[in-house]
C-alpha cells in the first residue's frame, strides 16, 4: 500500500462550503448531547457560546450537582461554581455581575435573583454542644445545602469542641498545584460572565424550573447568527486572556493558613480521619476515685489490665478536662489495647491542649498510618521532628497542607523523611547506639507506610537497641518496640520471626492485647486460622476482664466495702460496685469496641467456613465466653 | 481470602474492566456506580470517543510500559477467539518526523516515536519501514499487527461480562466518595471503593485531584473503509494537532483525528479543525477516498473527547477517605484502553491488600 501515493488533497470549493455541506447536515454530535438528557439549562447556555470557550466548556464539564466542599475548590471554584446550580454566592468583591444575561433581556437578572434565596448557615458549633449534640447537627449538615464559602464558618463533618468554632479547622487549607493549565481565577473575574448561585435543596427544583424557563426564554430570542456573531467576538477576546492565564498558572488565592491553624496546632485537611470526640464509656468505676490518672498510671506499669487503665484516664480526664497526661496516657492505653479509633481522638484531644505534645504526636503518626491515613501521618511526623528538633526544621517550615496536593503523598514522605535523616545523623558518628530512638521510630514508620519493609525492620531493630542500652527515659517501651517490630516483619511476609517478636512483647506485657491481636493476624497468615481465632478471642477476652478486676480495683483503691452479686460475671441482682448497679459495671467498657479484633475474627470465622461462628461476631460487641467450648484461650 | 463488598465508581473502560477482573473472584460483591454507563455519549464520558487501539506510548522500564505490556495479550486473545468483543487485528503504520522529537506533543508520545520502542518484542510482525515507504516527509517508522476496538461494542460487551458474573450497575452521581460505600447494592455497606472516575476525580468530592485535565481530541467518524491504522507524530497545523486513523472492528467506521488540546475543556466541534483532520487523514492515506478529495468522506459523525490526563502518572493507589477505604485507577489520559488490563490488575492487587488483616504497629 502507498500511503504516500502524493496524492493531492482536492481544493475543489470553497473550504467553507465544504465544512457546510459535511458538518451542517450533521448535528449528531450535539444531539447526542441532548439527547437523553433533555432540555436543560446547560444546553440552554451552551448553545449561546460556540467555539473555544474554554472556562465556560470548563465549567460546563464540572457543572454538577455537585456537593464538593467550596473550601476545597476556593481557587477555582470560581469557574466550577459559575454555571453551577448548585453553587455558591460569591461574597468575595470584584465577581462582577454576568453581562449577558442583561444584555439579552434585563428582567433576566432579576428573575434569577427572585429564583434563588440565600441559604445562609452559621456553622459555628459553641464550647456548649456536647458530642451527642454535635452528632445530631452534623445530620443536619450533611443534608443541606453547600454555603458560603467564608473563612470564618465552615464545618466539613469534623467535631472538635474548639472555642473558636469548627469551621477553622474544616476548612480546606487546600491549593491546588500550581501548573495544571486551567482558566484561573484572573480569567473569571475578568469576565464577570456568571454569576453564583446559591440552591436551596428544598426547593431546587422549582428554582431548577425557573431558571430552565428563563433559559428556553433566552434561546428563543436569539438567532443563530447573533450567537455565531457573538460567539466569534468573545472568543477572541477570551483567547487572549486564556492563553495567559494558562501559561501563567497563577492563583490569586492562597489561603492563610495560620488564620485557622493554630489554636490546635495541626492543620486538618479533609483527608485526615476527622474522628470526632472522644466517646466515653457509661458507667465507669473510677469515675468516683480521688486520683483516677494514678490509678491509670499504676495499671500499666504493672502490665495490667489495659481496658481498665483506660477506664481510670477516662475519669481523669472527665474530672479534669485539660489534663494533658491524661489524655496523652488513655490514647496510648487504647491503642495497646487495639482500639485504634478512642486512640486517635484522646491523642487529638491531647494535642488541642498542648499541639507540641510529643508523645502525642508520634502515637498519632502510628496511629494514621495503622488507619491507612499515611499522609497525615507522615504531617504528624514532621510536625513531632520540628518540635524535636528545631533546628533541622524550624516551625514555621512546617508543610502546609495547602502547598501539597494530596494526591501526591510520596513528594511529602520525601521531604519529611530527609528531616529524619537529618536528625538521626546528629548522634555522633552516627552510632546507633546513641541516636534517639524515637528518631528511629519515626523513620521506621515512614519506611513502614512506603512499605519499605526491610529498613523499617533495621530501625525498629535499632530503637530496640538503644532502649535495652538505658538511653530513652521514658517508661520500658520494649514492649511497644518489640510489636513494631512483629508488625513490620509481618507485613513483608515474615510471619515466623514477626510471631517470635510479638511473643517477646508478650511476656514483657501480657496484658498487651495490640500484641495478642496482631498473633491472631500472623497465625491466619500462615494458615492456622484455629490458632487465630484463640488468639483473637484471648484479645477479647481482656476487653471483658474489667468487671472481674474492676471489682477487686476498686475494693483497693476506695477501701469500700462493697458487695456484688456474687464476683465478676455472676447473675442475680447484687449491689454492684463504687455506686454502679451490677448491670452497669458488667456493661462497662462497651462503648469502644475495637473494630480490628471483631472484624478479623469475623473473617477468620468466614474463611473457615463457619458462618455460624462468624454471626455472632457483631460491630457491637461478642459474647466471648459463649466460644470456650470450642476455643481455648 | 476476604469475602467482600465493593463499589466500583466509573464505567469507562477502567471501571468497567477493573469490575471484571474483580468479579472473577467469586466472594467479591461488586456494584458498578456510575453517572454514564455503556450506550451513553457525553462530554463527561471518555471512553465511547477513543479510537480505540494498541499504539503503547509509555516509556521503556516504566511501570506504565508495564501496563501495556501486560495488555496487549488480553486483547490479542480477544482479537483472535471473541469477535463478539468488538476487537479485531489490523495492520499498522506509525511514521516520524525527527522534527516532532523536541515538540511537547513529540514528548508525549515518546516511545512510539523511537526507531526501536520496547513493543517491537510484544506485537507481532514489527518491522521498521523503508525508506521508500517513508518517502521524503518522514525520518522514520515502523509497521506491526495491531487491534482496534470498536468502542461501541467493546464496552456493552465489558458490561454483559461483568453481568454474567453478578456484577450489579447502578445508575449514580455521587458528590463524594463517602457517599459510594451505601448505594452497594446489596443495601450494606461496601468495604471498599475503587475509585474510575477519570476526569471527574478533578472533582468528586474527597479526591479533588488538581493533576487531572483534559486531552481534547476531535474525530470525524466516516463510513469509508482504509483496512489499515496509521499515525503521523505531528503535522505542520500545529503542534496540538495531529493525524491518525483507523478503522474500528465489526462496521464501526473509521476514526480520523485528531488533536492533543492540553487544558482544552471545549465539548463543541470546532468545524476548521475537523476539516484539517479530513485534509490530512486523506492525505496520509489516500486509500480512503481513492485519491479523491474529502468531499468523498461519508461522514457518521463528528466526535469530541477529553483524555483524563494526570499530570504525574495514573494513579493507582489506595487511599483511606473519610474512612472509606479507596483504590484508586484513574488519570489513563490517551492509553486508557491499551493500558486496562494491566491497570486493572495492579488496582485487584491492591483491593486485595486493603482486604486483608492488617497488623497494628
Not at chain 1, 111 to 138: D, I, W
Not at chain 1, 213 to 226: Q, W, Y
Not at chain 1, 470 to 498: I, K, V
Not at chain 1, 597 to 617: H, I, K, Q, S, Y
Request: hydrophobic letters at 35%.
Amino acid at each position: 500500500m502507498a500511503f504516500l501515493g502524493g496524492a493531492e488533497c482536492s481544493t475543489a470549493g470553497n473550504p467553507l462550503s465544504q465544512f457546510t455541506k459535511h458538518v451542517q447536515d450533521d448535528k449528531s454530535l450535539q444531539r447526542d448531547r441532548l439527547v437523553g438528557s433533555g432540555p436543560t439549562v446547560q444546553d440552554t447556555f451552551r448553545t449561546q457560546r460556540n467555539g473555544l470557550d474554554q472556562e465556560a466548556a470548563m465549567q460546563d464539564f464540572l457543572q454538577q450537582n455537585s456537593q464538593v466542599p467550596p473550601e476545597a475548590l476556593k481557587p477555582f471554584a470560581m469557574e466550577q461554581m459559575r454555571r453551577d446550580l448548585d453553587g455558591y454566592r460569591m461574597s468575595s468583591p470584584g465577581a462582577s455581575s454576568p453581562a449577558w444575561p442583561t444584555e439579552f433581556d434585563p428582567g433576566e437578572q432579576s428573575r434569577l435573583e427572585r429564583a434563588f434565596k440565600t441559604s445562609k448557615s452559621s456553622n459555628f458549633v459553641p464550647r456548649g454542644f456536647s458530642p451527642a449534640e454535635f452528632q445530631r447537627f452534623q445530620q443536619m449538615e450533611r443534608t443541606q445545602s453547600p454555603r458560603i464559602s467564608s473563612p470564618s464558618a465552615q464545618v466539613h463533618g469534623y467535631q472538635r469542641p474548639m472555642g473558636m468554632g469548627y469551621g477553622m479547622s474544616g476548612m480546606g487549607l487546600y491549593n491546588p498545584m500550581p501548573g495544571p493549565q486551567r482558566p484561573m481565577e484572573s480569567v473569571v473575574q475578568n469576565k464577570g460572565k456568571d454569576r453564583m448561585v446559591e440552591l436551596d435543596d428544598k426547593d431546587w427544583e422549582q428554582q431548577f424550573a425557573e431558571i430552565d424557563a428563563a433559559g428556553k426564554e433566552r434561546e428563543r430570542e436569539l438567532s443563530d447568527e447573533d450567537i455565531d456573531t457573538l460567539a466569534n467576538a468573545a472568543m477572541e477576546a477570551e483567547l487572549g486572556d486564556m492563553d495567559r492565564a494558562i501559561f501563567n498558572g497563577e492563583y490569586s488565592h492562597n489561603f492563610d493558613t495560620d488564620a485557622f491553624g493554630n489554636f490546635d496546632g495541626f492543620h486538618h485537611h479533609q483527608r485526615d480521619p476527622n474522628l470526632g470526640d472522644y466517646l466515653f464509656e457509661d458507667s465507669n468505676i473510677f469515675s468516683n476515685a480521688k486520683d483516677p490518672y494514678s490509678e491509670g498510671t499504676r495499671i500499666m506499669s504493672e502490665g495490667g489490665n489495659l481496658s481498665l487503665a483506660a477506664l481510670a484516664f477516662e475519669a481523669a480526664v472527665q474530672k479534669t478536662p485539660d489534663h494533658l497526661d491524661a489524655w496523652v496516657a488513655l490514647g496510648q492505653a487504647q491503642a495497646q489495647n487495639e482500639k485504634e479509633t478512642p486512640a486517635i481522638r484522646a491523642l487529638e484531644q491531647a494535642l488541642t491542649l498542648d499541639p507540641n505534645n510529643l508523645p502525642a504526636l508520634m502515637g498519632l503518626a502510628i496511629s494514621y498510618t495503622n488507619e491507612g491515613y499515611e499522609p497525615t501521618a507522615y504531617r504528624t511526623l514532621e510536625r513531632w521532628l520540628s518540635t524535636k528538633y528545631p533546628s533541622i526544621l524550624p516551625p514555621d517550615q512546617v508543610s502546609q497542607s495547602s502547598e501539597m496536593g494530596f494526591t501526591d503523598r510520596h513528594l511529602l514522605h520525601e521531604k519529611v523523611t530527609s528531616h529524619f535523616i537529618r536528625a538521626a545523623q546528629l548522634s555522633p558518628g552516627g552510632d546507633t547506639k546513641t541516636m534517639d530512638p524515637d528518631v528511629q521510630v519515626g523513620l521506621g514508620v515512614l519506611f513502614y507506610g512506603r512499605e519499605e519493609y526491610s529498613k523499617a525492620v533495621d530501625c525498629f531493630s535499632a530503637a530496640l537497641d538503644s532502649t535495652t542500652e538505658g538511653l530513652t527515659n521514658s517508661p520500658p517501651q520494649a514492649h511497644l518496640l518489640w510489636n513494631r517490630l512483629g508488625a513490620t516483619l509481618a507485613n513483608s511476609g515474615r510471619s515466623e520471626e514477626a510471631i517470635q517478636a510479638y511473643e517477646e512483647a508478650l511476656r514483657l506485657c501480657p496484658g498487651f492485647v495490640r500484641a495478642r491481636y496482631n498473633l491472631g493476624v500472623s497465625c491466619i497468615n500462615i494458615g492456622c486460622p484455629q490458632e487465630a481465632a484463640q488468639h483473637l478471642l484471648g484479645a477479647l477476652a481482656m476487653h471483658e476482664v474489667v468487671e472481674r478486676e474492676g471489682v477487686q480495683r476498686v475494693r483497693e483503691v476506695m477501701g469500700e466495702d462493697v458487695t456484688t452479686g456474687g464476683g465478676g460475671g455472676g447473675g442475680g441482682s447484687g449491689v454492684g460496685v463504687g455506686g454502679l448497679t451490677e448491670g452497669e459495671v458488667r456493661r462497662m467498657a462497651r462503648m469502644n469496641q475495637s473494630t480490628n479484633l471483631l472484624e478479623t475474627l469475623r473473617r477468620v470465622f468466614t474463611n473457615m467456613g463457619r458462618r455460624d461462628l462468624a454471626e455472632r461476631v457483631q460491630g457491637g460487641g461478642v459474647d466471648v465466653e459463649s466460644f470456650r467450648g470450642e476455643f481455648d484461650f | 481470602m476476604a469475602h467482600a463488598r465493593i463499589v466500583v465508581v466509573g464505567a469507562g473502560v477502567a471501571g468497567l474492566t477493573t469490575a471484571l477482573l474483580l468479579a472473577k473472584e467469586s466472594r467479591y460483591q461488586i456494584t458498578v456506580a456510575a453517572k454514564h454507563m455503556p450506550g451513553d455519549y457525553d462530554i463527561e464520558y471518555a471512553s465511547p470517543w477513543a479510537g480505540a487501539n494498541y499504539w503503547p506510548i509509555s516509556e521503556a522500564g516504566t511501570e506504565a510500559a508495564e501496563w501495556d505490556e501486560t495488555t496487549w495479550p488480553e486483547l490479542e486473545d480477544l482479537a483472535r477467539h471473541h469477535p463478539e468483543a468488538g476487537v479485531h487485528f489490523q495492520e499498522t503504520a506509525i511514521y516520524n518526523r525527527t522534527k516532532d522529537v523536541d515538540s511537547k506533543l513529540g514528548r508525549y508520545l515518546a516511545e512510539k516515536l523511537k526507531a526501536e520502542p520496547w513493543y517491537k518484542d510484544v506485537v507481532p510482525n514489527f518491522r521498521q519501514l523503508s525508506r521508500e515507504q517513508l518517502g521524503t516527509q518522514y525520518s522514520n517508522g515502523h509497521a506491526f499487527t495491531s487491534v482496534c476496538i470498536n468502542t461501541a461494542i467493546y464496552l456493552p460487551w465489558l458490561a454483559s461480562q461483568c453481568l454474567l458474573k453478578g456484577v450489579v450497575f447502578k445508575r449514580a452521581n455521587l458528590k463524594h466518595v463517602r457517599d459510594a460505600p451505601g448505594i452497594h447494592h446489596t443495601g450494606q455497606k461496601a468495604d471498599l471503593v475503587v475509585n474510575c472516575t477519570g476526569l471527574s476525580s478533578l472533582k468528586l468530592g474527597g479526591v479533588e485531584d488538581q493533576n487531572m485535565m483534559p486531552i481534547r481530541g476531535q474525530t470525524v467518524l466516516v463510513r469509508n473503509e482504509a483496512n489499515i491504522m496509521c499515525s503521523s507524530s505531528g503535522t505542520d497545523d500545529g503542534e496540538e494537532e495531529v493525524c491518525y486513523l483507523m478503522q474500528r472492528a465489526a462496521g464501526g467506521g473509521t476514526l480520523l483525528g485528531g488533536s492533543y488540546q492540553r487544558g482544552n475543556w471545549d465539548s463543541q466541534l470546532d468545524p476548521n479543525l475537523a476539516i484539517r483532520i479530513m485534509k490530512r487523514a486523506v492525505e496520509l492515506c489516500p486509500a480512503l477516498t481513492d485519491g479523491k478529495g474529502i468531499e468523498h468522506l461519508d461522514i457518521i459523525r463528528h466526535g469530541v473527547g477529553l483524555r483524563p490526563y494526570r499530570q504525574g502518572g495514573t494513579r493507582i493507589e489506595k487511599e483511606r477517605i473519610d474512612g472509606v477505604w479507596t483504590v484508586h485507577n484513574y488519570g489513563h489520559g490517551g492509553f486508557g484502553y491499551q493500558a486496562s488490563y494491566g491497570c486493572a490488575k495492579k488496582a485487584v492487587k491492591l483491593v486485595g491488600e486493603v482486604l486483608t488483616p492488617r497488623s497494628s504497629l
